[in-house]
DNA sequence: GTGAAAGCGCTAACAA
DNA sequence: TTGTTAGCGCTTTCAC
């Protein structure tokens, strides 16, 4: 059917090896011959046969990127078709395909993992995110397969190369502007400490705190997953404290968004009563009323960074695991605002 | 390196073909070396290598995902990835893999495209988005190469398979449902008209207009990209004419938001003052403030047809030009409101 | 029921 | 500089 690399050693009256040397720009083929392959392929209209091809390198010039396994709800968040679109640029560049898994459960992503990776349709596979006891990371490492990590693994931290942001310091920095403006009752709002991430977020909130010697409870703790109604009301508990928080430190933009419309509901208005940051920078978070001051994490260089890395990995398998830290930056918009005076 | 079909041969003392039978679960192998063979394969830990298959067979079973060709902005935008979504829960049923390309421009894409189809990576090609005269549906009609478009085409609607909402009728569905809360003067927003759903929503805007002979004049209709400085300015001129509208159909949530959030800054606030409608029901849409009355247009679904449809292309190339309309319905929620009579 | 053999399209020693 | 040859791992007639 397709046109192969016999016809075109035909049409060129060479043999099949030296088109192949010609495609391969290998060994010192004359320029004469080299021209004339080249005519042929073009008259023919000749395409490799990338499978084929992988067959005998052993080598696919594919990755395999493997999304969350999450609820539809957090799917919609724009992490990661921006991370994909990162991934996606460094790939294109280097000439590798991105081979994509999205799995419903850790069960299925496990299964299309291994798939991928005994049926060698990938050289190397990304992991858009992990969770505890990962069963695909387990396999991954025992496979001794080439892969990176975006986000801080939960075990074996010094064995496999990832690629994250530096978020307790992150979170550190973001706080301490708050505690700038002059607050001193702050609370902290994230997802479910499982996720790494915010648990990170977590611990940088209050190393600024303890740093400044400010009040630190747990009281001022909330954890959220899509602001349901139990999830509403204990952040409105907020506003019963004996020393209501007059600013907070949300684990992420989408959030942020929801707790500062939801505040607005019973008349708690940011920035005027409540002083609100958030985590990402997502297109959104200009368009949002206020505008969400926040850190930039720069997601889009993440994915890059990852794939730069899988690359390497996959090229020379003994290349270190390592550890890349993407830069912050905290960017001030209205959301927050210097703390009047107490009457 | 990796264990073959040929070390399973050995083991089970059968040859390399009744191997491969025993795989298939083709002709009539006996029970007894069947379990033999599979005992062997488990033993040594056999999986097929995906690509040898490929290569004999001539298929892949996977199926090529082309993201639109976009900026950095709207990339972010949840529809994508919730698509995605849709696209891959029924690839994974249907033990397919998913090959996805990021196309930075329209020529990167066709290249990536081409890559794909003439590289014998896939069996097929789902399109999330086309341009006027799309060189990458040139390609795939003359390649004749099974693809499907999510969207509507520009050209040569019949001739190939398509899956969309019926975006003439949400608009006037949506449209009139702020006319039957008594709005007369009703503005449009959306994105560029090139883009063909934009074009639909406004057509179907202006049909219910017309149909409830209220007056459509084009002051009332403004294309914004991204709420810009001037953008932004376009809007707010609505409210200088002399019937400023009272309502909005804006062509997309995400826009709905943001100019939601722009006239409160200028003191028209929804829905108070105007009376405002997305299109999507984005998982955001419900966090909003107010809570937006939108179209929910099934995007995750969109994804599920779309995959159907290569997949049974791919099987039967026979099968005939379809357009799939995937049902959508209006979601009300506290964005519009029935107009007060006017002093 | 099972196996021998040919071949998918390509690459890579090694010869010439 | 070019060609010969032997596979890569698998499927699939077709004969036994």
Redesign the pocket.
């Known amino acids: 059917?397709?046109v192969?690399?016999?016809d075109v050693a035909k049409k060129a009256?060479?043999?099949?090896?030296?088109v192949?040397?010609v495609?391969?720009d290998?060994?010192?083929?004359?320029l004469?011959?080299k021209k004339r392959v080249q005519k042929a392929m073009k008259q023919l209209g000749y395409h490799?046969?990338i499978n084929?091809?992988s067959?005998?390198?052993r080598a696919t010039q594919a990755i395999g990127v493997v999304m969350p396994t999450i609820t539809e709800t957090i799917f919609q968040h724009p992490f990661f078709s921006e991370l994909l679109r990162g991934v996606g640029s460094l790939m294109h560049q280097a000439g590798y395909s991105l081979y994509l898994s999205i799995g419903g459960d850790v069960q299925q992503s496990c299964k299309e993992v291994k798939r991928m990776v005994y049926g060698h349709q990938v050289d190397g596979i990304i992991l858009l995110s992990s969770c505890e006891a990962d069963p695909v990371i387990d396999f991954l490492m025992t496979a001794n397969f080439p892969f990176v990590l975006v986000g801080k693994p939960s075990i074996d931290e010094c064995k496999m190369t990832y690629v994250d942001n530096d978020n307790i310091t992150a979170s550190k920095d973001i706080t301490n502007h708050l505690i700038d403006l002059g607050h001193q009752y702050i609370a902290f709002i994230g997802s479910s400490i499982d996720i790494a991430v915010t648990g990170d977020r977590l611990h940088g909130y209050k190393q600024a705190l303890k740093l400044a010697t400010l009040p630190t409870s747990p009281e001022y703790i909330v954890h959220v997953e899509c602001l349901n109604s139990g999830e509403r009301k204990a952040v409105k508990q907020l506003f019963s404290l004996r020393n209501p928080p007059t600013a907070m430190v949300i684990a992420d933009d989408i959030l942020s968004f929801g707790v500062i419309n939801m505040l607005d509901e019973i008349g708690i208005s940011c920035p005027e009563n409540i002083s609100i940051t958030g985590f990402n920078n997502l297109y959104l978070s200009e368009m949002t009323r206020p505008r969400l001051t926040t850190v930039d994490i720069h997601i889009f260089n993440l994915g890059v960074q990852a794939a730069k890395c899988v690359i390497e990995k996959v090229k020379d398998q003994d290349e270190p695991a390592k550890r890349i830290i993407v830069p912050h930056k905290i960017i001030c918009r209205s959301s927050t605002k210097r703390l009047d005076k107490r009457v």
Not at 13 to 18: A, F, L, M
């Open positions: 059917m397709a192969t690399i016999k009256n060479v043999s099949p090896s030296t192949s040397h495609i391969a290998r060994s010192r083929i004359s004469d011959t490799p046969n084929a091809r067959l005998v390198v």
